[in-house]
């Protein structure tokens, strides 16, 4: 709890509290997206077996824009993020 004691005055004010709650939120969110992630990458680990060649095919050509794409993303995040802290 010390983590969300913003001004450090022993207790968790009604502001600190709710940055608390919506930081808990966000991490339970990350799980559960991760565990869907992982889901579908053990589904897609299967497709051959499964005769299902086509999916991971699919899967391989996407993969290139995906990881630009997200790698694009991340960067603007990081860099409208840092932009107003100053360098």
């Known amino acids: 709890m010390d983590e969300y004691d913003l001004n ?42 499964m005769q299902l060649p086509q999916a991971s095919e699919m899967l391989a050509s996407m993969s290139n824009i995906y990881y630009v ?7 603007a995040y990081y860099g409208f993020t840092n932009m107003g802290k100053g360098g």
């Open 8 to 49: 450090g005055n022993g207790k968790l004010d009604p502001e600190e509290k709710a940055i608390m709650l919506e930081d808990r939120r966000r991490k339970m969110e990350d799980a559960d997206a991760k565990r869907d992630a992982q889901r579908k990458m053990a589904w897609f680990s299967f497709t051959e077996w």
């Open 69 to 75: 794409s997200i790698a694009a993303i991340v960067a």
